[in-house]
Nanobody
Framework: VQLVESGGGLAQPGGSLRLSCTTSRGVASAIVMGWCRQRPGKQCEFIATISGSGETEYADSVKGRFAISRDNGVNSVTVYLQMDNLRPEDTARYFC????????WGRGTQVTVSS
């Protein structure tokens, strides 16, 4: 499975961005998908996950500001991350993947929050 992330960019503090991630083929709807973010010199940290049934979990650092959702298509799955009230500390490269059995990582999408 290949993953393609998009939607990143430059945002001001307090602003919003919506990230998207699409798989190259359909996957089992039961697979838990997640977004992780990687700051320079740090490991990728999962900040949001969503099960096939729509159950979500968030890291404390983004709870109440970010929302993950997914669209289970026959030929692909798209996972979204709505990011509101952005903070400078949200600056990172964002990746999506299978939360528990990672596929090959995509290129990610860069989010920069700065005034």
């Amino acid at each position: 499975v290949q993953l393609v992330e998009s939607g990143g960019g430059l945002a001001q503090p307090g602003g919003s961005l919506r990230l998207s991630c699409t798989t190259s083929r359909g996957v089992a709807s039961a697979i838990v998908m997640g977004w992780c973010r990687q700051r320079p010199g740090k490991q990728c940290e999962f900040i949001a996950t969503i099960s096939g049934s729509g159950e979500t979990e968030y890291a404390d650092s983004v709870k109440g500001r970010f929302a993950i959702s997914r669209d289970n298509g026959v030929n692909s799955v798209t996972v979204y991350l709505q990011m509101d009230n952005l903070r400078p500390e949200d600056t990172a490269r964002y990746f999506c993947n299978n939360r528990f059995r990672a596929w090959s990582w995509g290129r990610g999408t860069q989010v920069t929050v700065s005034s």
